[in-house]
């Protein structure tokens, strides 16, 4: 068996967004592969025959992006090929069958989502640069967010929805200072809600809800920018709409959203689910995961949904009388799915594989794609050993341990504790690339949900105002049991280490305890001050998470910066950051370091440029080798000397 090495990811498949056809015939889905060469990926549309069970490459061009149905045997998508004008999108249309994809039209601005109203009319959002003349040199600042991780600089520019005639071009819906955040149109074709706020100084963080009846042209607003989080999906169904939404009231912007039916004449909103959990999208933690794809959707009068539970992603349901039930509970995570009539489609990560394509009929789950098999067959793979417990406030804790590879009862071998972001998100017991190295590598891997993460309900995930606290017990609690349960574990050789939220834990850990022999320290949060006035988010999280802010409680906000008690630490730590993580802006990871040599503890910060807050998801292939290349040689030259 060959092991998993930090550059093993350059021969993964990555499998998502599967889309069926309007007769159900086939489902077309993205595969999306690594290009070492072009420091990219590339990304192509697959087509799976429903009939046959065949599997085919549809486009050749390894630049796909978004694409629709146009019809039952046409797919009409997005590429970058030929000469292509900046601020431009070129659409092709590939058949079913096969041959050359032959370009259907150009749309003059950069289009991020397109649905089809009929042969000839889109309605589309695409970015708008407000910002003219275009400066060269210099960059403007002159509104809040100034820039969004992931996006780049986003200082007056905006998503508008528009609607686009193949022959007369683009009409605007919205104002040139309006931000979509998302839309849907109803199944007449007729109707489209979206999401957004417009803003011209600093934005409300809370978008509101709109109407646009397309045939005489009005526009209503349903509810207003500012008053509730839109988390979730919304759309259409009889006789009114469906919102995923919460007050934050109880824990702030993590809290569990509330599935509301709102009447279509009266706009009363009355609540049809309310069971304490994610609606339209899993959060389980994984590396090894590329791509999109739909997490909700109304068929009839049900709404399905992808959600976190414990430690896994399942897809429900909930009929509009408040109805739920289980629809795929299996352990490991539902990414995506779509639905033709009693067939289920979904992109899942399963045992220790990486995510393919399965389908659910009559309660069967049946794998249907298999692009990593054959590679799969020839890894070393740490399957991850579930362990529970109960800390001492009270809650179970879940997490997993992996063995090393090769590992021999009795002999001792280091161990790393890795610590997820979010911090509502959670560890399960999916393929997780980074940790598959380190097992590989020779380290027992540790990792849990501490209290904030995903999967269990309000109550868990409030650590509002208290981040350093109960978390951090229940993680040294957790390294504690997993030291009992594994005496192979050699407790003097344990390192720490994390993105994010990780990254801000790890900071608190080195700067609480001098326990742990290394620590590497991601894309972290060191002053909850700085953040909050740097980070794309900042200026809503900061006091989303910790009930105060700045202005009102600075002293509160540095009780909770690691940067406070990094004079205490004494463990040798790495320091990684991207130069363009706006998420976490590259002054956390600079402060840590500088803190750390200023106090004579061993540190070493890499920068990596042309990368961000996802680097180690999505960033350049060569960024992500050299991440790895560092990290691993970090821990092995204090956990291993």
Same mark, same amino acid.
């Given at each position: 068996?060959?092991?998993?090495?930090?550059?093993?990811?350059?021969?993964?498949?990555?499998?998502?967004?599967?889309?069926?056809?309007?007769? /159900?015939?086939?489902?077309?889905? +993205?595969?999306?592969?690594?290009? !070492?060469?072009?420091?990219?990926?590339?990304?192509?549309?697959?087509?799976?025959?429903?009939?046959?069970?065949?599997?085919?490459?549809?486009?050749?061009?390894?630049? %796909? #992006?978004?694409?629709?149905?146009?019809?039952?045997?046409? !797919?009409?998508?997005? %590429?970058?090929?030929?000469?292509?004008?900046?601020?431009?999108?070129?659409?092709?249309? @590939?058949?079913?069958?096969?041959?050359?994809?032959?370009?259907?039209?150009?749309?003059?601005?950069?289009?991020?989502?397109?649905?089809?109203?009929?042969?000839?009319?889109?309605?589309?959002?695409?970015?708008?640069?407000?910002?003219?003349?275009?400066?060269?040199?210099?960059?403007?600042?002159?509104?809040?967010?100034?820039?969004?991780?992931?996006?780049?600089?986003?200082?007056?520019?905006?998503?508008?929805?528009?609607?686009?005639?193949?022959?007369?071009?683009?009409?605007?819906?919205?104002?040139? #200072?309006?931000?979509?955040?998302?839309?849907?149109?109803?199944?007449?074709?007729?109707?489209?809600?979206?999401?957004?706020?417009?803003?011209?100084?600093?934005?409300?963080?809370?978008?509101?809800?709109?109407?646009?009846?397309?045939?005489?042209?009005?526009?209503?607003?349903?509810?207003?920018?500012?008053?509730?989080?839109?988390?979730? /999906?919304?759309?259409?169904?009889?006789?009114?709409?469906?919102?995923?939404?919460?007050?934050?009231?109880?824990?702030?912007?993590?809290?569990?959203?509330?599935?509301? +039916?709102?009447?279509?004449?009266?706009?009363?909103?009355?609540?049809?689910?309310?069971?304490?959990?994610?609606?339209?999208?899993?959060?389980?933690?994984?590396?090894?995961?590329?791509?999109?794809?739909?997490?909700?959707?109304?068929?009839?009068?049900?709404?399905?949904?992808?959600?976190?539970?414990?430690?896994?992603?399942?897809?429900?349901?909930?009929?509009?009388?408040?109805?739920?039930?289980?629809?795929?509970?299996?352990?490991?995570?539902?990414?995506?799915?779509?639905?033709?009539?009693?067939?289920?489609?979904?992109?899942?990560?399963?045992?220790?594989?990486?995510?393919?394509?399965?389908?659910?009929?009559?309660?069967?789950?049946?794998?249907?794609?298999?692009?990593?098999?054959?590679?799969?067959?020839?890894?070393?793979?740490?399957?991850?050993?579930?362990?529970?417990?109960?800390?001492?406030?009270?809650?179970?804790?879940?997490?997993?341990?992996?063995?090393? @590879?090769?590992?021999?009862?009795?002999?001792?071998?280091?161990?790393?504790?890795?610590?997820?972001?979010?911090?509502?998100?959670?560890?399960?017991?999916?393929?997780?690339?980074?940790?598959?190295?380190?097992?590989?590598?020779?380290?027992?891997?540790?990792?849990?949900?501490?209290?904030?993460?995903?999967?269990?309900?309000?109550?868990?995930?409030?650590?509002?105002?208290?981040?350093?606290?109960?978390?951090?017990?229940?993680?040294?609690?957790?390294?504690?049991?997993?030291?009992?349960?594994?005496?192979?574990?050699?407790?003097?050789?344990?390192?720490?280490?994390?993105?994010?939220?990780?990254? +801000?834990?790890?900071?608190?850990?080195?700067?609480?305890?001098?326990? +742990?022999? %290394?620590?590497?320290?991601?894309?972290?949060?060191?002053?909850?001050?700085?953040?909050?006035?740097?980070?794309?988010?900042?200026?809503?999280?900061?006091?989303?998470?910790?009930?105060?802010?700045?202005?009102?409680?600075?002293?509160?906000?540095?009780? #909770?910066?690691?940067?406070?008690?990094?004079?205490?630490?004494?463990?040798?730590?790495?320091?990684?950051?991207?130069?363009?993580?706006?998420?976490?802006?590259?002054?956390?990871?600079?402060?840590?370091?500088?803190?750390?040599?200023?106090?004579?503890?061993?540190?070493?910060?890499?920068?990596?440029?042309?990368?961000?807050?996802?680097?180690?998801?999505?960033?350049?292939?060569?960024?992500?080798?050299?991440?790895?290349?560092?990290?691993?040689?970090?821990?092995?030259?204090?956990?291993?000397?």
């Amino acid at each position: 068996m060959n092991k998993i090495a930090v550059d093993t990811f350059l021969s993964y498949k990555f499998v998502s967004n599967p889309v069926v056809s309007p007769k /159900g015939d086939y489902v077309a889905y +993205f595969v999306k592969d690594t290009n !070492i060469e072009k420091n990219n990926y590339n990304s192509n549309i697959w087509l799976y025959n429903v009939a046959t069970g065949e599997n085919k490459q549809l486009t050749v061009g390894n630049d %796909a #992006m978004n694409f629709i149905w146009k019809n039952c045997h046409t !797919i009409l998508f997005a %590429a970058k090929r030929g000469d292509m004008e900046k601020g431009k999108t070129k659409f092709f249309e @590939i058949d079913v069958n096969g041959g050359e994809a032959a370009h259907a039209f150009t749309v003059d601005a950069p289009v991020q989502k397109l649905v089809k109203i009929d042969c000839e009319n889109y309605i589309l959002t695409a970015s708008f640069d407000n910002s003219v003349p275009h400066r060269a040199g210099y960059t403007v600042f002159d509104e809040s967010p100034f820039w969004m991780n992931n996006v780049g600089v986003t200082n007056k520019k905006r998503t508008r929805l528009y609607l686009y005639n193949v022959k007369t071009g683009l009409s605007a819906v919205t104002e040139e #200072m309006f931000n979509v955040s998302g839309f849907v149109l109803c199944p007449g074709k007729t109707d489209v809600l979206f999401t957004g706020a417009e803003f011209k100084d600093v934005s409300t963080g809370k978008p509101g809800l709109y109407h646009y009846n397309i045939p005489n042209g009005t526009l209503e607003c349903i509810i207003p920018a500012g008053k509730l989080y839109m988390r979730g /999906g919304f759309e259409f169904v009889k006789g009114g709409i469906i919102i995923t939404a919460h007050d934050g009231s109880k824990i702030g912007g993590n809290q569990s959203p509330v599935l509301y +039916f709102m009447d279509w004449a009266t706009k009363e909103m009355k609540p049809i689910l309310d069971n304490d959990e994610g609606i339209g999208g899993e959060s389980v933690a994984c590396d090894a995961k590329l791509g999109g794809g739909t997490g909700f959707k109304v068929v009839g009068d049900k709404v399905y949904y992808v959600t976190t539970v414990a430690e896994h992603g399942h897809l429900k349901c909930v009929d509009l009388a408040g109805n739920a039930s289980d629809v795929i509970t299996t352990d490991g995570a539902v990414n995506s799915f779509d639905i033709f009539e009693d067939k289920i489609f979904f992109a899942g990560l399963r045992g220790n594989e990486i995510a393919e394509l399965y389908v659910l009929e009559n309660g069967v789950e049946k794998k249907i794609t298999h692009h990593n098999d054959e590679l799969w067959a020839t890894l070393s793979i740490s399957t991850p050993e579930f362990l529970k417990f109960t800390a001492t406030d009270g809650y179970e804790i879940h997490g997993y341990v992996m063995k090393p @590879i090769g590992y021999e009862e009795g002999k001792k071998y280091p161990a790393i504790l890795h610590i997820h972001g979010g911090p509502k998100t959670a560890f399960g017991s999916v393929f997780h690339n980074e940790m598959q190295v380190w097992a590989n590598a020779g380290y027992f891997v540790l990792y849990c949900n501490p209290r904030g993460s995903d999967g269990r309900g309000n109550d868990f995930a409030d650590i509002f105002g208290k981040y350093g606290t109960v978390d951090y017990d229940n993680l040294m609690e957790f390294t504690d049991k997993c030291l009992e349960m594994y005496p192979d574990i050699d407790k003097e050789n344990v390192g720490v280490g994390g993105g994010s939220y990780g990254g +801000f834990m790890t900071n608190w850990v080195i700067g609480h305890t001098n326990r +742990f022999k %290394a620590a590497v320290t991601q894309r972290c949060i060191s002053n909850w001050t700085t953040f909050e006035f740097t980070s794309d988010i900042g200026a809503h999280f900061t006091k989303d998470q910790h009930k105060t802010c700045t202005e009102e409680n600075a002293e509160a906000l540095w009780n #909770m910066s690691p940067l406070k008690y990094l004079n205490n630490a004494k463990t040798p730590t790495l320091v990684i950051h991207s130069n363009e993580d706006y998420r976490c802006w590259l002054v956390e990871g600079i402060a840590t370091f500088q803190a750390l040599k200023l106090h004579g503890c061993e540190a070493k910060m890499v920068v990596f440029n042309g990368d961000n807050h996802e680097l180690s998801r999505s960033g350049q292939p060569r960024n992500r080798i050299k991440r790895m290349e560092e990290i691993l040689a970090w821990y092995d030259a204090h956990l291993k000397a």
